[in-house]
Structure formats: C-alpha cells, structure tokens
C-alpha cells in the first residue's frame, strides 16, 4: 500500500486541485445558484462517477503502462507540468474571471443534471492530467500491489473532492454573495489558485520517475 506520508502529500495535491478553479467548481456552483441544492446534489453525484471512471481507467492499466515505459511517463509528466502552468496564468491573467462569479443555466430535470455532472468531469482537462500526470507519481511497484495503490489513491482523491464540492454546492449563494461583495478577495483567490497551480506545476517537473 502507499506509504503514509505519500498518502498524505498525495491527498494534500487532491485537495489543492479540487479547490483550484476548473470546470466541475464553475458547473457545480453556478446550477447551485440557479436551481437549488437539490439540484447541486445531482449534479455532484453525476460528477462523483466521473470520478470513478478515471479511477478505474488508471488502475485497471493506465499508471502501470507510465510507470512501465519511461518516454511516455516523461512526456505526460512533461504534458501535465505544462497544463498546470497554463492554468495557472488563466487564473492571474488581466481579465480573468474567478470561479465564483457564476454562469446563468436554465433548469434541467434530475436525469440531465446527473449525466452533465458525469460528462463535466469526465471531460474535463484538469482531471484527466491529474490522473495521468500527478497520480503517477505516488505509486511505486516497490509497494505492491499497482492496481490496490492505484484504488487507494483513487478513492482518497473522490473522497477529498466530493467534500469540497459538496461544501461548494450546499454554500453557494453565501459564497457568490460574498464575493460580490468582496471584489478584492475574489482578485485575491485567483492569485492564490494561480500560485498553488504553478507550485504543483514545479513539483511536478523536479519529480523522479519511481521504479521497482
């Protein structure tokens, strides 16, 4: 199994990317805003299997095949240091809007909000380089089982992001109320988002691939 304190760099790196802005924090917080908690809920379940299915897809292979082939777990890596660089500079450049500042949806029944929720994440760049890039990182042959580690990290990571999620969707209209009313916090979180983006984005980078 994963060492503990792997276990918890690798849960602190989920919780820094389930609170960086992204596609599920502007979907979830915006149907909030214009539909209710009820219909957040949904939305979060949807985006709950997402979850799963990129679980799944790297434990069933994905991380063994990286771990197994260095070019390509260099170039992933390479990819996903990138991509993080790229969101972080949409997060600081001039003009950029926070997360927080919610789109209008119309009203969707139960079925559409829960299969816009699993389509949102599974779709969505900013998970799929965490599973393909940063998730890597934190399994090593040397502690058995690839598949169990994979498992392990995955449900940690579903677990941490389904709680800040759920806290994005139940607080919604006091979070949005509250930075409309605090536009120099809301300049200020993108800045900070933007910060942890590239610190992950480095760490990254200056990572050694693992092996046996």
């Known amino acids: ?3 503990l304190n792997d276990w918890l760099l690798f849960a602190a790196a989920a919780l820094f990317v389930a609170i960086t802005p992204g596609p599920n924090m502007v979907y979830l917080l915006s149907r909030s805003l214009c539909q209710g908690k009820r219909a957040g809920v949904i ?3 949807g985006v709950v299997v997402g979850f799963l299915a990129h679980m799944f897809a790297a434990a069933v292979g994905l991380t063994a095949l990286f771990m197994a082939v260095p070019l390509a777990y260099e170039l992933l890596k390479w990819a996903g240091a990138a991509y993080l660089l790229y969101l972080a500079w949409q997060s600081v450049k001039p003009g950029a809007r926070s997360p927080f ?6 009203a969707d029944p139960p079925r559409k ?12 760049p900013k998970i799929a380089v965490f599973y393909l890039s940063i998730f890597p990182q934190f ?5 058995g089982s690839v598949f169990a580690q994979s498992v392990q990290l995955g449900l940690t990571q579903i677990v941490v992001s389904c709680c800040v999620n759920l806290g994005i969707v139940l607080s919604a209209a006091r979070l949005a109320l509250w930075f409309a009313r605090s ?3 809301l300049a200020a979180q993108r800045y900070v ?12 980078a200056m990572e050694q691939r693992r092996t046996a």
Do not use: C, I, K, Y
């Open 43 to 45: 939305s979060l379940m």
């Open 193 to 204: 988002m933007g910060t942890v983006l590239a610190a992950l984005a480095v760490r990254l």
């Open 183 to 185: 536009p120099r916090w």
């Open 139 to 143: 399994v090593s042959p040397a502690h």
């Open 101 to 106: 500042e919610a789109q209008d949806l119309p």
């Open 113 to 124: 909000l829960f299969l816009m929720g699993f389509f949102t994440n599974l779709l969505n």
């Open 1 to 3: 199994m994963v060492p």
